[in-house]
């Protein structure tokens, strides 16, 4: 009887422990909206980088703007062409990604990551 008991109690402080001690965080579900929704309302400023004039993005909201940009320009608009240094580590997990394009299917490939 005696051994019956203890490993019942042994079994059930088995499992107890297994069980975490603090609430475990649910991931927070991401907003349903684009995060372009988010956009700035004004241009990011610019700096010139390798001699290029060169937007300085360092916000979701201005990569927001830019991305905005780029997807309602016509043919041949000058931010089709535009260079953009990011100025700080961004954070988009908030919000329902959509990549930076244009609507004719065409993907913004002028980004290029600096070091």
């Keep these: 009887m005696k051994t019956k008991v203890l490993s019942w109690i042994l079994t059930l402080s088995l499992l107890l422990g297994m069980l975490p001690a603090f609430p475990?965080?649910?991931?927070?579900?991401?907003?349903?909206?684009?995060?372009?929704?988010?956009?700035a309302t004004t241009a990011p400023g610019t700096v010139t980088y390798r001699g290029q004039t060169?937007?300085?993005?360092?916000?979701?909201?201005?990569?927001?703007?830019?991305?905005?940009?780029v997807q309602n320009?016509?043919?041949?608009?000058?931010?089709?062409?535009?260079?953009?240094?990011?100025?700080?580590?961004?954070?988009?997990?908030d919000h329902l990604w959509t990549p930076i394009y244009r609507h004719t299917g065409e993907v913004f490939s002028q980004v290029q990551f600096q070091t």
């Design 24 to 39: 475990m965080q649910t991931a927070q579900a991401a907003d349903s909206n684009p995060w372009t929704n988010y956009a």
């Design 54 to 69: 060169c937007y300085a993005i360092g916000t979701a909201a201005q990569l927001a703007w830019f991305a905005k940009q």
């Design 73 to 93: 320009a016509s043919a041949g608009a000058a931010i089709l062409s535009a260079n953009i240094v990011l100025t700080a580590d961004i954070n988009l997990n």
